[in-house]
């Protein structure tokens, strides 16, 4: 029942349609490729969606209404275990008109891989890696990161990460994995040493490869931290789950105890986030405007 199937050869200036079809009938309605702008870009940022609850409901009713080249997703994609039956009513079946014609380039929360290690829910997206894995879109490369396996030095996984980063040649980095490196939220108590390594082993490189944004979830709420001149971190863990408690440290810049998804827009030139919440009202943008 679960099928993937390469596409080769699309123009991505124009838009391409297609239908699955089953003995000769259509399954389901008609699936778009988007065309590609090369000088502008608009991605979704949303995390700790898959609580199958009211709140999830209204985010995506939100999302739906912005036109996104893509998602990313920062990790707790299906409360509470990940298995297969949570995976389709509360993700495929809440997104599912968003699913047929925007890419959704998921990392993995701590919820996702309690059944069976996750291996469930990485086979049914099967994304450029299993755990982790890097992509370009325009001139900005995308690293999605597994923050529920080893990050240290000496892992897999850092080496991988320092040996994209040596060959990447693109004008910007954005990073995006769950647990977030800096929190000022009492929640953060409770993976404080995952955060304290991250800061040690991952922040150099992040401040070394000049990224511009590190997007994180696990934290349920929102919050802006610039902890140094460098990259901003922001989480966007309100995808729909039940709020954490709110509360700041010396780097953090915004917080905001509601439910969230964030939209950046890059250009050549610039670039815009602004995070939104279940009523979709605006609750934060980044640059900030002068005088606000």
């Known amino acids: 029942r679960d099928h993937d199937v390469r596409l080769e050869g699309l123009d991505l200036t124009t ?34 969606s898959g609580s199958g609850g009211p709140q999830q409901a ?17 990790g707790d994609v299906a409360y509470d275990h990940g298995r297969r039956d949570e995976i389709i009513r509360r993700h495929c079946v809440p997104y599912a008109r968003s699913l047929a014609t925007t890419p ?19 086979s049914m997206f099967p994304l450029p890696g299993t755990h982790y894995y890097a992509y370009t879109w325009n001139d ?18 850092y080496r991988w990460f320092v040996s994209d980063l040596e060959r990447a040649t693109e004008k910007r980095k954005i990073a995006y994995f769950h647990h977030p490196p800096y929190t000022g939220s009492p929640y953060g ?11 040690e082993v991952l922040g150099p490189l992040f401040d070394k490869h000049r990224f ?6 696990h934290v349920h709420g929102y919050e802006r931290a610039q902890p140094h001149e460098g990259p901003v971190y922001v989480i966007t863990g309100g995808g729909g789950k039940r709020l954490n408690e709110p509360g700041t440290a010396p780097w953090t ?12 827009t890059m250009t050549d030139d610039e670039f815009v986030l602004r995070a939104f919440n279940e009523k979709g009202e605006q609750i934060d943008r980044y640059p900030e405007l002068q005088g606000s």
């Open 140 to 157: 900005t490369r995308f690293y999605a990161l597994d923050s529920t396996i080893e990050f240290g030095r000496e892992s897999e996984q």
């Open 104 to 122: 959704w380039m998921l990392s993995w929360g701590n919820h996702d891989v309690v059944a069976d290690d996750g291996r469930m829910i990485r």
């Open 189 to 199: 108590r409770g993976f404080r040493n995952t955060s304290r390594k991250m800061v």
């Open 15 to 48: 838009s391409t349609e297609y239908r699955l079809v089953h003995d000769g009938r259509p399954i389901g309605g008609v699936h778009r490729v988007r065309p590609r702008d090369p000088a502008k870009m608009t991605f979704i940022v949303i995390g700790d």
């Open 212 to 217: 511009t944004f590190i997007f994180n979830g």
């Open 58 to 74: 209204l985010i995506r009713d939100q999302m739906d209404a912005i036109s996104a080249d893509f998602v990313v997703h920062t």
């Open 253 to 264: 810049k915004v917080y905001r105890e509601s439910w969230n998804f964030c939209v950046v």
